[in-house]
Antibody
């Protein structure tokens, strides 16, 4: 069973950056393909990007290209998502999510509890 | 990007009812579709993957159907725990998109 533990809530000013972490247990991060999904208050789910099982590279949704960076530290089984040039519309809950272990499929079986990022002056 | 459109946006139903939610894709996605249930303040939970495969531990009253560009999620007999918001998600192309959600409320 994959267990994902995310870092705590953040409050940031417009223009700043935020880094959210996601600690994996139950499996090693190397056995998983990590993705990030966000949800603005009262809104739907939005995929931000994730690891491509075909080549191990990270693919970002076009909307976030140039503003988001997803990295992994396999020594600590921790994934990170950094979003820069924050604006009020980035206020949302950010989830780390994974497909089933060893699966190259892109549906999400495991979800972190989410990290609320609030962007406010 | 592939657009996913769910209908209806809101559905009012009673315990014991059979309900169906539809998800339409803007192009053919084969059977690369998942359904999620989300309750307030909680992360979504996968119910169905590959259009019709039931995720382990999910009650058998949930079923998925369809292929190509039109898909359904059916709950055969609504239980009190099923009142929630449901999302479809396509994963045919590597730009994953979700439907806008269907809120299932108690009539």
């Amino acid at each position: 069973q994959v267990h994902l533990v995310q870092s705590g809530a953040e409050v940031k000013k417009p223009g700043a950056s935020v880094r959210v972490s996601c600690k994996v247990s139950g499996y090693s991060l190397a056995e998983l393909f990590m993705h990030w999904v966000r949800q603005a208050p009262g809104k739907g789910l939005e995929w931000m990007g994730g690891s491509n099982p075909d080549d191990g590279e990270t693919i970002y949704a076009q909307k976030f290209q140039g503003r988001v960076t997803m990295t992994e530290d396999t020594s600590t089984d921790t994934a990170f998502m950094e979003l820069s040039s924050l604006r009020s519309e980035d206020t949302a809950i950010y989830y780390c999510v994974t497909p089933p272990a060893y699966s190259s499929s892109h549906y999400f079986e495991s979800w972190g509890r989410g990290t609320l990022v609030t962007v406010s002056s | 990007d592939i657009q996913m459109t769910q209908s209806p946006s809101t559905l009012s139903a009673s315990v014991g009812d059979r309900v169906t939610i539809t998800c339409r894709a803007s192009e053919n996605i084969s059977n690369w579709l998942a359904w999620y249930q989300q309750k307030p303040g909680k992360a979504p939970k996968v119910l169905i993957y590959k259009a019709s495969s039931l995720e382990g531990g999910v009650p058998s009253r949930f079923s998925g159907g369809g292929s190509g560009a039109e898909f359904t999620l059916t709950i055969s007999s609504l239980q009190p725990d099923d009142f929630a918001t449901y999302y479809c998600q396509q994963y045919n192309r590597y730009s994953i998109t979700f439907g806008q959600g269907t809120r299932l409320e108690i009539k």
